[in-house]
Nanobody
Framework: VQLQAFGGGLVQPGGSLTLSCAAS????????IGWSRQAPGKAREGLSC?????????YYADSVKGRFIVSRDSAKNLVYLQMNSLKPEDTAVYYC????????????????WGQGTEVTVSS
């Protein structure tokens, strides 16, 4: 099973961008999906998580709470991270991941992170 985040790009400060997470070989609906990012020279930072489709509870790190929204489209087998009010410090490679359970507990340490997508916030 491979997860892949896509939809990154260059955006101006204050702008918005929506990332998507897709999986090959599995349905995401049964699993909690987390988002993390890693900026150059920094450790990976857990950002957000959404539990399985049956629950859809969401969790956010303080650094993105109120700006980022995680959601899923069960029919399309996709999970989204809508990022608003972007700041230059949001520049990083963003990843989606899971540990193939329905819980977001410890999502920052999920064991399977897919290929990331780069987000650059700059004027």
């Amino acid at each position: 099973v491979q997860l892949q985040a896509f939809g990154g790009g260059l955006v101006q400060p204050g702008g918005s961008l929506t990332l998507s997470c897709a999986a090959s070989g599995a349905t995401l609906n049964y699993y909690a999906i987390g988002w993390s990012r890693q900026a150059p020279g920094k450790a990976r930072e857990g950002l957000s998580c959404i539990v399985s489709s049956a629950d859809r509870s969401t969790y956010y790190a303080d650094s993105v709470k109120g700006r980022f929204i995680v959601s899923r489209d069960s029919a399309k087998n996709l999970v989204y991270l809508q990022m608003n009010s972007l700041k230059p410090e949001d520049t990083a490679v963003y990843y989606c991941g899971t540990d193939f359970t329905s819980s977001c507990r410890g999502y920052e340490r999920f064991n399977s992170w897919g290929q990331g997508t780069e987000v650059t916030v700059s004027s």
